[in-house]
């Protein structure tokens, strides 16, 4: 069955403090991982596609990285506008998204 | 405009009530989606329509029904609504397949009282 798994929950960093948010997953023919950032009363902001394992996308202070079972989004020296809810997704090869709960993201001045 | 929009972006019914959700896209695609977003929960699929035609239906109550006139527009026709159905409900659209991933609009808040 496909599945995805967001760890932690949520995390509260200082301003300054990287750190690290995971995305494991199980999907049959993987076609894509996504990585969203939610702010709180909005939709979704697409921020990253991975295709395929050993994949690196960077924007900012954001880096997110593939393996064949997970995705990691590495957070560098964050700010306080960083603050957020992250989800990850995968697409397999139905096309349709399967999507993780998310991680709330709180950096703290 | 440009992206996905969606109206009201907020809405308070009784559950006696009929009431419609709007989306409207400006980005060329071909594939259109509704989803309910309930706290701490992954994102629910609940229709897709690919070049109007309805391709999905996540076993979606009777009382939810969508309706998508065009390719680039999307209605969600809310009628005796329960107080669990309670959530934010968000449009996206995409390409086709979906390769480069899904825009959402900024989604309804509904409450249902």
């Known amino acids: 069955e496909d599945q995805v798994t967001q760890s932690p929950e949520a995390l509260r960093l200082q301003e300054g403090e990287s750190s690290s948010l995971n995305c494991s997953y199980t999907?049959?023919?993987?076609?894509?991982l996504f990585w969203y950032r939610q702010d709180p009363g909005k939709g979704p902001e697409f921020l990253f596609t991975?295709?395929?394992?050993?994949e690196e996308k960077e924007k900012e202070r954001l880096k997110a990285t593939l393996t064949k079972k997970e995705s990691f989004l590495h957070i560098t020296a964050p700010k306080p506008e960083d603050s957020a809810t992250y989800l990850c997704?995968?697409?397999?090869?139905?096309?349709?998204?399967?999507w993780g709960a998310g991680t709330k993201l709180i950096i703290k001045p | 405009e440009t992206g996905v929009t969606q109206t009201p972006r907020h809405l308070v019914m009784g559950m006696t009530n009929k009431k419609s959700l709007k989306c409207e896209q400006h980005?060329?695609?071909?594939?259109m989606y509704w989803y309910k977003q309930s706290a701490k929960k992954p994102l629910e699929l609940m229709f897709v329509?690919?070049?109007?035609?309805?391709?999905e239906n996540n076993s979606v109550p009777s009382r939810f029904s969508p309706e998508c006139p065009n390719s680039s527009h999307l209605f969600l026709h809310l009628h005796t609504l329960q107080p669990e159905d309670s959530a934010l409900y968000l449009c996206?659209?995409?390409?086709?397949?979906?390769?480069?991933?899904?825009?959402f609009g900024s989604g309804t808040r509904l409450t249902v009282v």
């Open positions: 999907v049959s023919g993987l076609r894509g």
């Open positions: 991975l295709y395929s394992a050993g």
């Open positions: 980005l060329g695609h071909n594939a």
């Open positions: 329509y690919n070049f109007k035609e309805q391709t």
């Open positions: 996206a659209s995409s390409q086709e397949n979906a390769g480069d991933g899904y825009t």
């Open positions: 997704a995968v697409q397999g090869s139905n096309y349709q998204l399967i």
